[in-house]
């Protein structure tokens, strides 16, 4: 309703957490998603340099850390503790977390990997086409 009515979807509260922190903060994957949808930034920080992701890791709840992640949430914010999300999570002894975030960044290097190959395989082609419509000259 309040999306439908142009609410800030920036809005924070005291602790400059915004409505997607609060949704990765209690679980609601769905909810992540519909504000992604709507450009809630992926980004924000709370008070603590704690992004939506960190707090959905911090709780250990796997479902908002995969749509966070699935929608391009950074992996290796650093909080104003000095450490990343990753690193929290070792320290805590969460192997499935640290695992999880692991794995997204190996898929997110291999992704932007094919990505590039892709985008070079293109220019190549590009340039073969334009060799081959140069005349020589004698």
Request: proline share 1%.
């Given at each position: 309703?309040?999306?439908?009515?142009?609410?800030?979807?920036?809005?924070?509260?005291?602790?400059?957490?915004?409505?997607?922190?609060?949704?990765?903060?209690?679980?609601?994957?769905?909810?992540?998603?519909?504000?992604?949808?709507?450009?809630?930034?992926?980004?924000?920080?709370?008070?603590?340099?704690?992004?939506?992701l960190?707090?959905?890791?911090?709780?250990?709840?796997?479902?908002?850390?995969?749509?966070?992640?699935?929608?391009?949430?950074?992996?290796?914010?650093?909080?104003?503790?000095?450490?990343?999300?990753?690193?929290?999570?070792?320290?805590?002894?969460?192997?499935?977390?640290?695992?999880?975030?692991?794995?997204s960044?190996?898929?997110?290097?291999?992704?932007?990997?094919?990505?590039?190959?892709?985008?070079?395989?293109?220019?190549?082609?590009?340039?073969?086409?334009?060799?081959?419509?140069?005349?020589?000259?004698?």
């Open positions: 309703v309040l999306l439908a009515r142009d609410a800030n979807i920036e809005a924070t509260d005291c602790n400059q957490m915004t409505a997607l922190m609060v949704a990765a903060e209690s679980g609601h994957a769905e909810t992540i998603r519909v504000l992604a949808a709507h450009h809630a930034d992926l980004t924000a920080r709370d008070d603590r340099g704690f992004t939506a960190d707090i959905a890791a911090m709780i250990g709840n796997e479902e908002a850390m995969k749509a966070l992640a699935a929608l391009g949430a950074p992996l290796d914010n650093v909080g104003n503790d000095g450490k990343t999300t990753l690193q929290r999570a070792q320290d805590d002894g969460d192997e499935e977390i640290a695992t999880f975030l692991i794995e960044k190996r898929c997110r290097a291999e992704k932007k990997e094919a990505e590039e190959r892709a985008h070079l395989a293109a220019q190549m082609k590009n340039l073969k086409r334009r060799i081959s419509h140069v005349k020589p000259r004698l």
